[in-house]
């Protein structure tokens, strides 16, 4: 159970949030967010989640391992709120959480009550849609907000079209 929305009270906003990885998805799925979040005076929130299972070394190594994570992390959340800013004019809000994926996203919907919708873009790739994607068909892992789905054949023309 997710805490009570806010995004339509008083001094709130709705916000939309998109998970940024290394997947080729990722890209239309922050589009999407941030013409929506644009076009409706929202907000945007990019998530990046290290996840805790890289660092499974010796102690100086997985500190090393999890500074170089973090600095990943943080390069790519400034190139994607660059593109973000240069394409549509949005100056995302940015997390970075090292977690289970699905937990850290459930853990930065719950404290940030002014999200409103997750989007996702479905993969291309022969083994599925994408793990998150496929999360949402079962009970399990659903997000407890409503999710928005990118089919994986759309152009940016077509995402900005329909958002």
Known sequence: MVSRRRSREAG??????????????????????????????????????????DFQHWLGVEEIMRAEAMEEAEATLA??????????????????REGKTTDEIHAVIEEDQDIAILVLAAGSAKDGPGPLVTSIAGRGAAFPIPVTVIPDALSDDEIDALS
């Not at 190139?79 to 394409?87: C, D, G, L, P, V």
């Not at 004019?89 to 940015?94: H, K, L, S, T």
């Open 12 to 53: 709130h906003r709705r916000k939309f949030l998109a998970v940024i990885d290394d997947t080729p998805e990722c890209e239309r799925a922050m589009r999407y967010a941030g013409m929506r979040a644009y076009n409706s005076g929202g907000g945007l929130v990019l998530v990046y989640v290290i996840e805790p299972g």
């Open 79 to 96: 190139k994607a709120s660059e593109k973000m800013r240069q394409i549509i004019g949005i100056d995302p809000e940015v997390v970075i």
